[in-house]
T-cell receptor, first 116, second 116 residues
Framework: AQKVTQAQTEISVVEKEDVTLDCVYE???????LFWYKQPPSGELVFLIR??????QNEISGRYSWNFQKSTSSFNFTITASQVVDSAVYFC?????????????FGTGTQLKVEL | DTGVSQNPRHKITKRGQNVTFRCDPI?????LYWYRQTLGQGPEFLTY????????KSRLLSDRFSAERPKGSFSTLEIQRTEQGDSAMYLC??????????????FGDGTRLSIL
């Protein structure tokens, strides 16, 4: 069975602070995909990144960066110089590479509040 | 590029009534997924289609739930004899899957169901 744990229920920061959202996953598969999605108050889940378990390189996209560590089964997400528009619920998710139609198993999400 | 469209956005109904939701995926996407999200939780997988074939159903999908994708384009999710516990956000997502390479899922805005 696959499982994703996001232990941080809610994080509040002041604008321009850096913030890291934690994600720990469990799977018996040797290959898998990891994802981060953003859900703003409007409700639509917005895809941010997909990472294949083969590729342990960290990734940076603007103010966003992701740290994938297979040894600790973690896929953490850092926002640098946070902005009010970053306020949302962020979900980490896991899917199989083959089989199961790549259905996503989500964590419970981390509510990020960025204040002025 | 038109995104995933879901109708209606909100549905309020009395317990025991039947409801039907519609999802129009991104036009070239051959996979379509349904998820359910309750307050404070991540989305949970319900079912998915590849073209018109329904390939997997979650145990969450009781006999009162049925989903169709008759021509491999739009999909409908019907809930019969609604119960209080069916109150949730129902999310539809689509993705492209071809040659074993699977693209990320893109989500619609969801249909929020409230059972009175």
């Amino acid at each position: 069975a696959q499982k994703v744990t996001q232990a941080q229920t809610e994080i509040s920061v002041v604008e321009k602070e850096d913030v890291t959202l934690d994600c720990v996953y469990e799977t018996r598969d040797t290959t898998y995909y990891l994802f981060w999605y953003k859900q703003p108050p409007s409700g639509e889940l917005v895809f941010l990144i997909r990472r294949n378990s083969f590729d342990e390189q960290n990734e940076i996209s603007g103010r966003y960066s992701w740290n994938f560590q297979k040894s600790t089964s973690s896929f953490n997400f850092t926002i640098t110089a946070s902005q009010v528009v970053d306020s949302a619920v962020y979900f980490c998710a896991l899917s199989r590479v083959t089989g199961g139609g790549n259905k996503l198993t989500f964590g419970t999400g981390t509510q990020l509040k960025v204040e002025l | 590029d038109t995104g995933v469209s879901q109708n209606p956005r909100h549905k309020i109904t009395k317990r025991g009534q039947n409801v039907t939701f519609r999802c129009d995926p991104i036009s070239e996407h051959n996979r379509l997924y349904w998820y359910r999200q309750t307050l404070g939780q991540g989305p949970e997988f319900l079912t998915y289609f590849q073209n018109e074939a329904q390939l997997e159903k979650s145990r969450l999908l009781s006999d009162r739930f049925s989903a169709e994708r008759p021509k491999g384009s739009f999909s409908t999710l019907e809930i019969q004899r609604t119960e209080q516990g069916d109150s949730a956000m129902y999310l539809c997502a689509s993705s492209l899957a071809a040659g074993g390479y699977n693209q990320p899922q893109h989500f619609g805005d969801g249909t929020r169901l409230s059972i009175l």
